[in-house]
């Protein structure tokens, strides 16, 4: 703390009274967390449209307009874009959402298939016992979880035929894995909401109160 | 007598958690404000008396860890900071170690970003790593700094086969040729080892779908806990290891301190905040056997009615 300029005592104090706004919702609904929400709000949209501003228009299309005539076509459909705001001619924005749709599905398709599909049931088909027998008692388990897990959870989601019998039981397997699954989820998840409430409050014990050295 | 502050508190926890049980056995309602209470003195306490846990490393995270140390000497190693600060308390602990470890291992650190927030996150690990405890390390010979470029997926999709037409300066903006560390760089087929620090979109899937699997380049990565349950699948055949959350990063900054001597006393940020995860995680599991043991209690007086 002790090298910090004033500027920089300003910065902490101010981020101090934001924090401490946002979490005094947790009493209940107030000015003070209604002004933080509305600051955030604010300084993220700004600070958005100027990046995007400089980084795009400027650092892409403006500095190269002369040299990629391509770039002429960026600048037309982003044109068109912004015709969403003349509710007479808003019509004209479909063409470069059109666009934006098509050309991300043909960008997305064809590597989620290969990466997403084919080599993730590729992880699955696995030799049990590992490549020359050499996988460790842990490393088996591991493995049969995997296919049991993959094979059940598959199975849960075949609706075509009812879930009775030998069938209904190995679904039932399938729910079970995906109830561990989901369990899991939600422990990451408060891992990481968790993560976020220990940087505030270290922020605030140390670089504002300098509680903690 | 340093220990007895931390069992004052765990003790003062574990008896308010006892008495929320009994009131709530009695029928009376808890407010909710008593939980976010409860929670935040779980947080604050091992902050101010700090808990600390020796973090074994698990497969996955020591695999990342070799995969960094088995690299010949000299080896380009693409860092990509894809985060923002609400994700640093957890991700930016693993930025710092794996730059760390990256430079104590003299391999060339390329570092870029595909978030506009990631050029301040990446300053962070250049004054907190790089230049406080590499400052022999020369910009543009030893490591550089590519800064941000807007096209989330798009700019992969580039840089895969020609990574000069997306970054034809350096955050600097010095050209890419005038650059040493850059000689030979053509693509993204020319890095040893792709590193990807983040946890939302674009990040480390983007990463695997448009450059990993593509080019056949290795891929590591350190992400928000939030998104690692989706992530692990991709362990080990498309990706070499990974980090999840502040727990795969206190792992990583365990093993990397018990293997290289010099950086023993080096920050442990993720380390530190294990001590209140670990208290707070205790006092949830807690409310969550409150919460399940009022419910059977309320099914069975419903039935009993």
């Not at chain 2, 994700?87 to 470890?101: C, G, K, L, Y």
């Amino acid at each position: 703390m002790e090298h910090l300029t004033f500027w920089g005592h300003f910065g902490v104090w101010v981020a101090a009274f934001l924090t401490l706004g946002i979490y005094s919702f947790l009493y209940r609904d107030n000015p003070w967390y209604k002004f933080t929400e509305a600051v955030f709000i604010g300084i993220s949209a700004g600070y958005w449209v100027v990046v995007l501003f400089f980084d795009n228009f400027y650092g892409k299309f403006w500095v190269g307009r002369g040299e990629e005539p391509m770039l002429w076509i960026g600048a037309i459909l982003g044109l068109m874009m912004l015709m969403r705001l003349v509710p007479k001619i808003g019509w004209i924005a479909r063409w470069p959402l059109a666009f934006i749709v098509g050309a991300t599905s043909g960008l997305w398709m064809m590597n989620y298939l290969t990466s997403n599909a084919m080599s993730q049931v590729q992880s699955t088909i696995m030799p049990l016992f590992g490549e020359g027998f050499g996988a460790s008692f842990g490393e088996i388990i591991g493995n049969l979880i995997i296919i049991v897990g993959t094979f059940t959870g598959l199975i849960y989601f075949f609706f075509s035929k009812e879930h009775k019998g030998a069938f209904g039981a190995t679904a039932r397997v399938g729910i079970w894995g995906l109830m561990i699954t989901f369990g899991a989820m939600f422990g990451y998840t408060v891992m990481s909401r968790m993560s976020l409430l220990i940087g505030r409050v270290d922020f605030i014990f140390r670089d504002w109160l300098g509680l903690i050295q | 007598m340093g220990n007895i502050g931390p069992i004052i508190v765990l003790a003062l926890i574990a008896a308010g958690l006892v008495w929320l049980l009994l009131r709530a056995l009695k029928g009376q309602e808890v407010d909710r404000r008593v939980i976010f209470a409860f929670i935040l003195v779980s947080v604050a306490a091992p902050l101010l008396m700090p808990v600390t846990f020796k973090a074994k490393p698990t497969p996955i995270v020591r695999a990342l860890f070799d995969a960094i140390d088995e690299l010949p000497e000299g080896s380009r190693v693409l860092l990509s900071f894809d985060f923002d600060p609400p994700m640093s308390p957890e991700v930016q602990p693993m930025a710092d170690v794996i730059t760390r470890h990256v430079l104590a291992k003299k391999h060339q650190a390329i570092c870029m970003t595909l978030w506009a927030t990631g050029q301040a996150q990446f300053n962070i690990t250049m004054n907190d790593v790089i230049k406080t405890d590499f400052p022999n390390l020369v910009e543009g010979v030893d490591w550089v700094n590519m800064g941000y470029k807007a096209g989330n997926e798009g700019v992969l999709n580039v840089i895969r086969t020609d990574f000069k037409k997306m970054f034809p300066t350096d955050a600097n903006s010095i050209p890419f040729d005038s650059i040493p560390i850059l000689r030979g760089v053509r693509s993204c087929g020319d890095f040893d080892l792709i590193i990807s620090l983040g946890g939302g979109r674009p990040g480390l899937k983007e990463w695997v779908l448009f450059v990993g699997d593509p080019t056949g380049v290795p891929i590591g990565a350190g992400v928000a806990a939030v998104v690692a349950p989706q992530l692990y699948p991709y362990y080990p055949r498309q990706l070499v290891g990974l980090l999840g959350g502040v727990k795969g990063a206190s792992e990583y900054e365990s093993h990397f301190r018990d293997n290289y001597e010099q950086y023993r006393d080096m920050p442990t940020p993720a380390m530190v905040m294990m001590g209140p995860q670990t208290v707070a995680h205790i006092v949830i599991m807690a409310f969550i056997v409150i919460g399940n043991v009022l419910f059977f209690l309320a099914r069975r007086k419903e039935g009993q009615s």
